[in-house]
């Protein structure tokens, strides 16, 4: 939950950010806040409240793209509808290339007509992978989710504009490439904003459903 509020609480700050300060953020303590470690223990009574428990459940169970850390290799294959071979091959190079130790894709969850299907973010780890490197996937499912949004309503009012639209899978690529790129420029500066607020990601846990793929 704290790994939630903070990366939340960051991108509550970037909008706009990166287009008015054209990728030249000289001190990032004068535009990004997070709360520190203190600020978020004083919230966190909360969450044993029965009606905050209720109001989460709704609040997860309603969100429109929900990130899934932590899957297993099948449910990877299976939700995104990429081959095996594929999926192998990127999570291999990225090993080799000592790239992050997870590969990151937008799936489908299962149920009803698959051009309707509910959206999600996945995330797969390689065993070795760190608590620092699962911030940096749960920061980099947010950017694809917010990409995804953002894009998704610009192709609706195209829609109700009588236009074509975006192609559903040009719209994810694109959505999977902006988030990349953002990653890119905000990892360094919420490492050194949440650093500054006293928060040690190295030390830091995030939920996950526990799967992890290894190299032998």
Known sequence: WRLHQVVAEFLDCTNGTI??????IVDPSAIFHVSNPIEASKKEPLLFLPEFKSMTRQSSSSSKYPILMG???????QLTHRSP??????????HVMRKDNYILAVGQLAGGKLSKAKKCVLVAFVSDSSNAE??????????????????QLADCKEEEGHSN???????????EETAHVELVQLWPIFDKVVTDAGWKLDKTECSTEGYEMHFE
């Open 19 to 24: 287009e008015n300060n054209n990728n030249n």
């Open 134 to 151: 699962k911030a940096k996937a749960y920061l980099h499912g947010c950017l694809v989710r917010r990409a995804l949004a953002s894009l």
């Open 71 to 77: 899957v297993s290799f099948n449910k990877m294959v």
């Open 85 to 94: 071979s594929s999926l192998q091959s990127e999570m291999i190079q990225r």
């Open 165 to 175: 639209g975006g192609d559903k899978m040009e719209l994810v690529k694109k959505a």
